[in-house]
């Protein structure tokens, strides 16, 4: 199976920045895409930025020219860092992998998330 492991988040105040990472383990084969999403009480989990594997990327609007996501293929880590951050942006925050096994499955895996907190 997979393993994700997340860290980064933490409380911070408007303006600030933080960096999330992501380390992807188990019986991996292969990483077709490496996503960052959110979610607030109450509402959907929504997408924040996904990496695919020829490295093109996609933004949420809300979030474009402020964060960029990354990820370093060798270490199987996808990384957020997040600048000028808003009041707004507090959420837990999902690391997700799509992945092939070497059992032959595939799918998607998620991490156990992690609380941003930004103050105003």
């Known amino acids: 199976q997979v393993q994700l492991v997340e860290s980064g988040g933490g409380l911070v105040q408007a303006g600030g920045s933080l960096r999330l990472s992501c380390a992807a383990s188990g019986s991996i084969i292969s990483i077709n895409y490496m996503a960052w999403y959110r979610q607030t009480p109450g509402k959907q989990r929504e997408l924040v930025a996904r990496?695919?594997?020829?490295?093109?990327?996609n933004y949420a609007d809300s979030v474009k020219g402020r964060f960029t996501i990354s990820r370093d293929n060798a270490k199987n880590t996808v990384y957020l860092q997040m600048n000028s951050l808003k009041p707004e942006d507090t959420a837990v925050y999902y690391c997700t992998v799509g992945a092939t096994l070497r059992s032959g499955q595939r799918g998607a895996y998620w991490g156990q998330g992690t609380q941003v907190t930004v103050s105003s």
């Open positions: 990496i695919n594997s020829p490295g093109s990327t």
